[in-house]
């Protein structure tokens, strides 16, 4: 059936539409986000090992809204880069599952690695640092290297010909039929989304525990403590574990986005491996419509991690302010000069000269926090 009998139904539009309009403002999220993450990110590897693996998920993310969402956008735009050539057919696919899972099985490393500073803080420094990231940021991407290896030899672009008109197709070659049709989405299923998504909630909720333990823990520490040193008290109370909470914090909101992300993916693909709603037309529509919703939700995941850091860590939100102020820096600071030199001339205020770059950025950083429109 052409596309243009399609149209008829309102699911299909649908679908097209959430694609076409969707997409490019997921990749143009997603790419500025991850750019931005992974540049303020890496500046704060040696500070915990937590950012390093978080920088690496940043690069993947892009590749993955690159390989896989970009490729969907523009196959309803009539183009698909996995039929212009073989190797393109085989890069694709290999990259686009090897992306996606290692940037899933970081968040789940991650989590791990937050569970262990939480649970046995004692045990954290020895295992929890740079060393110990890099060595587990190159075996995810050894194992799924392997892991996807294959589709560089069971990929292949296959032709047909129909009334003299030659089409091409990106698909398993004859021997590998049953492995990429029938066994790999169960492969990919798991090792995507429903491995990580028990590993994921079970440590979030072992991580909630003891975070929710350690406060009561500290309260009545320092109610017992308060009479013999208050201030004392007050102050390294504060200021004991507020990186580790901040931290916290941040994996708790990646962590439990990618479980409200995936869940439906995950739902959906239980429910049609039970329920067969093919049969009619209408009905393949509307679980194609459904998936679609599903497939976006899943890229969302590896779109908004930016916004996640910037709700949460407030260590993160003074960095991008800074950033911002840098941009800015030059332009800010010529029309600071000029609304001071009027307002001096007017003789409501002394003439300040601002010629140094650390005055620059200390107006920028008052003219934020105020939420002043300059």
């Not at 060393?131 to 190159?138: D, M, S, W």
């Not at 004392?232 to 479980?259: D, N, P, W, Y």
């Not at 860590?313 to 911002?324: C, I, P, S, W």
Request: hydrophobic residues 50%.
């Amino acid at each position: 059936m052409l596309e243009k009998d399609l149209l008829m139904f309102d699911e299909f539009v649908i679908q097209k539409q959430i694609i076409v309009f969707g997409a490019p403002l997921l990749l143009a999220i997603g790419t500025i986000g991850n750019l931005i993450s992974f540049y303020i990110l890496l500046k704060n590897t040696r500070k915990a090992s937590t950012y390093t693996y978080l920088s690496v998920l940043a690069i993947m993310d892009i590749l993955v809204i690159y390989v896989g969402l970009l490729r969907v956008w523009l196959v309803q735009l009539g183009i698909n880069i996995e039929d212009l050539n073989s190797v393109m057919c085989k890069v694709v696919k290999f990259i686009g599952f090897f992306c996606s899972d290692v940037s899933v099985w970081l968040i789940v490393i991650v989590t791990v690695e937050r569970t262990i500073v939480i649970a046995l803080p004692l045990k954290a420094p020895s295992v929890c640092n740079s060393k110990y990231a890099k060595l587990g940021i190159t075996s995810v991407i050894f194992i799924f290297v392997l892991l996807n290896l294959h589709f560089l030899w069971s990929m292949d672009l296959h032709y047909t010909v129909k009334n003299t008109t030659v089409t091409t197709e990106c698909k398993a070659i004859e021997g590998y039929t049953y492995l990429v049709e029938i066994i790999w989405p169960w492969v990919d299923a798991a090792v995507y989304s429903f491995i990580p998504f028990v590993i994921i909630f079970v440590l979030n909720i072992v991580i909630i525990k003891n975070v929710i333990n350690a406060k009561n823990a500290r309260l009545v520490l320092r109610q017992q403590c308060s009479l013999l040193r208050p201030h004392a008290v007050k102050t390294q109370t504060h200021e004991h574990g507020e990186m580790s909470r901040r931290i916290t914090c941040m994996l708790l909101a990646v962590s439990f986005t990618f479980l409200i992300t995936v869940l439906p993916m995950n739902i959906l693909i239980i429910r049609n491996s039970l329920v067969d709603n093919t049969e009619t037309l209408k009905g393949l529509i509307r679980q194609r419509l459904l998936m679609t919703v599903a497939e976006m939700l899943m890229y969302t995941n590896h779109s908004i991690n930016f916004f996640l850091y910037c709700a949460t860590g407030k260590k993160f939100r003074g960095q991008f302010r800074a950033l911002a102020c840098s941009c800015c820096r030059n332009p800010l600071g010529l029309r600071l000069r000029r609304n001071m030199s009027q307002r001096s001339f007017n003789g409501s205020m002394p003439l300040v000269k601002i010629n140094s770059s650390r005055t620059d950025y200390v107006n920028c950083e008052h003219f934020f926090d105020k939420g002043v429109q300059l």
